[in-house]
Antibody
Framework: QVQLVQSGAEVKKPGASVKVSCKAS????????ISWLRQAPGQGLEWLGW????????NYAQNLQGRVTMTTATSTSTAYMELRSLRSDDTAVYYC?????????????WGQGTLVTVSS | SYELTQPLSVSVALGQTARITCGGY??????VHWYQQKPGQPPVLVIY???NRPSGIPERFSGSNSGNTATLTISRTQAGDEADYFC?????????FGAGTKLTVL
């Protein structure tokens, strides 16, 4: 069965960076992309971008351009999302999700989420 | 930027039919996807490309999309259907979500 397992919760100070991992299993990693999303406490879903696991090409949402980097390691079927220059409003649960392309994009399997807390 | 409008909350009596709408300009020309999220859990895809159910999603969940409104319909609503529901589309270069609808089962 398809599974996406994310790394554990993080607590960071403002200005620091965080890197979240997402290990995929149960399917061919390079056959589908990976999106990253976040959900601030009590809020809705915000898409951060997606990365092609086939060629490593990322596509970032405009609001985070320059602060986010998405990468993959095909040898370990793992995707990574790094967010720099953290601010308090980056506090959220971060999700990875398998990304289906075709008639747009949708997300058919999700990781369990990683809570990132930014606090001084 | 493209916007999706959902009602903040919908209430339905146990066993009845719930309808959750998602409004957007000419949304009928886009593929709409729906996610269910229960407290403390990640979202789960319940409808993709307007009307399709992933494996494991009950037939009670169905979707439609026309004009300026897409609709998620939940028939014979159960207590376990109580959750937040989000609609989602792809708009040119970005994924767009509605703000979510809290479904309460009475």
């Amino acid at each position: 069965q398809v599974q996406l397992v994310q790394s554990g919760a993080e607590v960071k100070k403002p200005g620091a960076s965080v890197k979240v991992s997402c290990k995929a299993s149960g399917y061919t990693f390079t056959s589908q992309g990976i999106s990253w999303l976040r959900q601030a406490p009590g809020q809705g879903l915000e898409w951060l971008g997606w990365i092609s696991t086939h060629n490593g090409q990322p596509n970032y949402a405009q609001n985070l351009q320059g602060r986010v980097t998405m990468t993959t390691a095909t040898s370990t079927s793992t995707a990574y999302m790094e967010l720099r220059s953290l601010r308090s409003d980056d506090t959220a649960v971060y999700y990875c999700a398998r990304t289906i392309i075709g008639g747009g994009i949708f997300l058919d399997y999700w990781g369990q989420g990683t809570l990132v807390t930014v606090s001084s | 930027s493209y916007e999706l409008t959902q009602p903040l909350s919908v209430s339905v009596a146990l066993g009845q039919t719930a309808r959750i709408t998602c409004g957007g300009y000419n949304i009928g020309s886009k593929n709409v996807h729906w996610y269910q999220q229960k407290p403390g859990q990640p979202p789960v895809l319940v409808i993709y490309r307007d009307t399709n159910r992933p494996s494991g999603i009950p037939e009670r969940f169905s979707g439609s999309n026309s004009g300026n409104t897409a609709t998620l319909t939940i028939s014979r609503t159960q207590a376990g259907d109580e959750a937040d529901y989000f609609c989602q589309v792809w708009d040119s270069i970005t994924v767009v979500f509605g703000a979510g609808t809290k479904l309460t089962v009475l």
